[in-house]
């Protein structure tokens, strides 16, 4: 007797959930809090304030990434919920032309429509609902939004990428703290844009230098705005 060979394939699709709310955090964390603390120190700000924004900003920045993104992902959990029981619905009261609707959309596909129908026949018969809402709707369990776990994953991946820039002003010397501040962030930039291409199965360089240029341009900017400020003050 022959067994079938089960081949196990692993993909990334699964991280994209949690992945995006971490990269998100993480950047904006190290962004932000980088650009804000080169900001006030380009306004001749004492060491104690510079710590002391620093910590305002991490805690502000959590709080804001968490709740934005709560609501954020919440909002297109409610608009999938609205959709399915719409399907329901449907599928209770015109199982028929719902049946019709599942088969074309296998027949455009390039699946022959005999095929199609008898494809239809089966996947409806063990669950249709899923089924449309897979093929149909375009939800799935992979993809389908967690409000929570994407606020988790966005305030707590924010405070450590705002922990890194906060902790360099610690260590530099205060003379030199904007040129630490900016170096450094541009090397945890580089480093989570590799990091993040990596788990997502994309090119390292490429995702290296995406988060690293906009970094340039945010902090650059506030420097800017900074010194003029400063510069009437």
């Not at 920045?61 to 992902?73: L, Q, T």
């Not at 902790?167 to 205060?174: D, E, G, T, W």
Request: hydrophobic share 55%; glycine share 8%; proline share 3%.
């Amino acid at each position: 007797m022959k067994f079938m060979h089960r081949h196990t394939e692993s993909h990334r699709s699964d991280r994209i959930g949690w992945l995006r709310a971490a990269v998100l955090g993480a950047n904006d964390g190290i962004v932000s809090t980088a650009s804000l603390l080169i900001g006030v120190a380009a306004a001749n700000a004492t060491h104690s304030t510079l710590l002391v924004t620093g910590m305002a900003g991490l805690v502000a920045g959590a709080m804001s990434m968490a709740a934005g993104e709560y609501v954020s992902v919440h909002s297109q959990a409610d608009t999938e919920r609205a959709d399915l029981s719409r399907e329901r619905a449907e599928l209770a009261s015109d199982p028929k032309s719902e049946h019709i609707e599942l088969a074309n959309i296998y027949r455009h596909r390039g699946v022959s429509p005999e095929l199609a129908h008898q494809v239809a026949d089966q996947l409806m018969a063990h669950d249709a609902l899923g089924s449309h809402a897979r093929d149909e709707l375009g939800i799935s369990a992979v993809l389908t939004a967690k409000p929570l776990q994407a606020a988790l994953a966005s305030a707590a991946s924010f405070v450590v990428g705002a922990a890194l820039p906060l902790a360099v002003v610690f260590i530099a010397p205060a003379p030199s703290v904007v040129p630490w501040i900016c170096a450094m962030s541009l090397v945890f930039l580089a480093s989570l844009g590799a990091v993040a291409a990596r788990a997502g199965g994309a090119n390292v360089l490429i995702g290296a230098w995406r988060v690293t240029l906009w970094g340039v341009l945010a902090m650059g900017i506030t420097a800017l705005v900074g010194s003029l400020f400063g510069a009437v003050v």
